[in-house]
């Protein structure tokens, strides 16, 4: 049902969808404990929110799967997380607000260190700032000139990312993405050629072999950053987007870069940077009249768990209640608050655990869910579902979808 | 595994399976209350069954799809309901128990009233009453002749249904269903003219078109019913039958028109028409020694859900409770008892939620559900399921299917 069948069903109205999504919100107890994460938080908002909702725990992709946060926001935005590919270089590159074209080649490019040899010795330079990578992209910017006959009419672009981390975009003809990485994934040896791994690919090839002689050259006077490193080769891709798949008029508040790019790319307006979940909830309030679905990100709640801190995730989970009462103020026709997939700490990284969702409406059965966490949800009236079916429960509940058949 | 997949294990024996449907059983409280229809009504019986069987709750298409009854009953029966399209004329055709042949082509049609200019003024004809519409079909019968070149060899059959509804079949050779509907759906405008959507359709399109000039003609001294509209053009189509699929001997007992169109489009005897809820047992109690799979509809529980009727659904239902001892007393191998759908009196709708459902046989493992209602069926053995898959689990319990692989 994730596919594109309910499309064919949508009615359009004016009721409202918030998603409130906690990154990595499922969890573990700590070893000898027996609460996740949700579970020891303190959170009386989302309790009385899990006693008029129906619960459950999604599935970002499958049994034992353990999304990125690439197939897991798919999912939850409604597309198969499976069939949905999207290059990293690509979803990099929508999320730095880069204004892409149809004739575009993005790869993901690290700042690295090589030694006189050209052997990689660091493959993030020492993890150098995020100013640092913005002023090696301005250099990299002025002094790339590519002339030879293979690299005519083709425009380059550098852009930072987060910290060591830039995105490279190749405009052009005939050009590919299917070319070897050049990062060998580890030090003590020197990075690899950019070989084209398909025909369609050669003349990208040819490019990026110019352009990495050039790079050498010009970085050679950086004490830290003297290479740089290629992977995730994506070309340009159309999705449909929500507009037109749902009839939604769609707000992305989020705040880190892959997130905004994965709401663009299902065609979501992406609201400005705010710097705090209080400003990320100033932002739904303000733009509530004007959209008619709402994904609002909060970060902190996964970054703890992949950082190992329980209680910080807690913490973050308890403020996330705390300002709670001000979205159910806003008396969204649906609320939905789950998470993309699990982060739990003691694991400290992504995991395939179930993820505990509520979903409020007026048209919810009862079930017999009386606080929001992973072991009451099992008891929800959602059961255990693919995280890709919850938008057509929400579009449901928002009276979104007619009837199918006669 | 509601596909072709169980077919090949089939198992044939004496064993006999009862399948009580009530039509749009699925509902959900008043709002302020707390009980669905189903948990609010009284029924000692079902809740005795249930404490005896494995309960859970049914998806019929899937999450967040309401469907109409015609990919419900399919599901039901085991048949994808997605896959398995009927258009609505020829749903409507085995309704009035129209005698089919492959060369004939179905449509709907809605008795209208149009103004003196040809406009549409009224859609259903001031809703004439069945009688009204028996007598139009039988005066268009004898006096449409169809004389043109265009027309030769074919056969045009005019059939009443429920109140200002009707069939047409057309029956000749190179008929097609890809003709515009007639009907504009709003009134203030004329009747469209049936054009041919395809080439494959040109014959039947000017077939329709010298019709609708003689229909015209014929009803022009009606005070109401001054014209027709058509929609749901279908071919006559086979379908894989149940007797076919499963090696069952199945019989309908269901008293309108379209549960028993898809009873025969899945190959099922039909019953006579019966007139209350305890004649419908007495014709399966009757039956019982010549079957072994019996579909006994029950529809005023959805009709009770369309009006709106919360207290007039729980009657119905306390009534089926009633009677249920009767059908436990012809001590069939498999009981199931369940809905098509939910009708939550409260949407006077179908709905998106899903459908409680108990399966009673000497087979079941115990589960800790002690009444049947839908939370209650949250914790049922049965979790959440496709309802299509219910016919193997059926099959499977009256020993109907056999082991998969070595």
């Keep these: 049902m994730a596919g594109e069948f309910i499309d064919s069903l949508i009615l359009k109205n004016d009721k409202k969808i918030v998603f409130l999504v906690m990154d990595g919100l499922g969890g573990l107890p700590l070893p000898g404990g027996d609460q996740t994460e949700l579970e020891a938080a303190s959170t009386p908002h989302m309790d009385a929110l899990a006693k008029k909702s129906i619960c459950g725990l999604l599935d970002p992709v499958g049994d034992g799967i353990t999304p990125g946060s690439g197939p897991a926001h798919f999912a939850l935005f409604g597309y198969d997380p499976v069939k949905t590919k999207v290059g990293r270089g690509l979803l990099s590159a929508t999320g730095v607000d880069f204004p892409m074209t149809p004739r575009d080649v993005f790869m993901r490019v690290n700042f690295a260190t090589i030694d006189k040899g050209g052997v990689l010795v660091d493959r993030r330079a020492g993890r150098i700032p995020t100013e640092e990578t913005e002023r090696l992209c301005r250099k990299l910017q002025e002094r790339v ?36 990485e050049t990062d060998p994934q580890q030090t003590g040896l020197p990075p690899r050629p950019p070989l084209a791994l398909a025909p369609a690919a050669t003349r990208t090839s040819a490019i990026l072999t110019e352009l990495l002689a050039q790079v050498k050259e010009i970085l050679s006077d950086e004490p830290k950053a003297n290479m740089i490193l290629m992977r995730g080769y994506a070309k340009y891709q159309q ?29 979501m307006q992406v609201n400005p940077l705010t710097h705090t979940l209080a400003e990320e909830i100033g932002a739904l309030e303000e733009n509530f009249p004007r959209y008619d679905f709402f994904f609002l990100h909060v970060k902190h709640t ?31 026709d649906v609320l939905v608050v789950t998470g993309d997939h699990s982060t739990p700490a003691t694991l400290k990284s992504h995991s395939w655990h179930p993820v505990p969702a509520l979903l409020a409406a007026p048209t919810c059965r009862p079930d017999r869910v009386e606080q929001f966490g992973e072991r009451a949800c ?29």
Tied chains: 1, 2.
């Design 302 to 332: 996964d970054s703890n768990g992949e950082d190992g801190n329980f209680a910080g995730k807690v913490k973050v989970i308890e403020e996330v209640d705390t300002l709670l009462p001000r979205i159910t103020a806003l008396n969204p």
């Design 239 to 267: 999705f449909p987007s929500m507009v037109d798949r749902f009839g939604l008029n769609p707000l992305a508040i989020a705040n880190y870069p892959m997130y905004r790019g994965i709401a663009r790319l299902v065609g």
């Design 378 to 406: 099992l008891q929800g009236g959602l059961g255990r579902m693919p995280m890709a079916n919850l938008m057509a429960l929400a579009l449901a509940h928002a009276q979104k979808l007619e009837k199918f058949g006669a």
């Design 145 to 180: 000139r590519l002339a030879s006959a293979a690299t005519a009419n083709v425009e380059i672009f550098f852009r930072p990312e987060k910290d060591y981390r830039a995105v490279i975009a190749l405009r052009g003809d005939d050009l590919g993405e299917e070319v070897e």
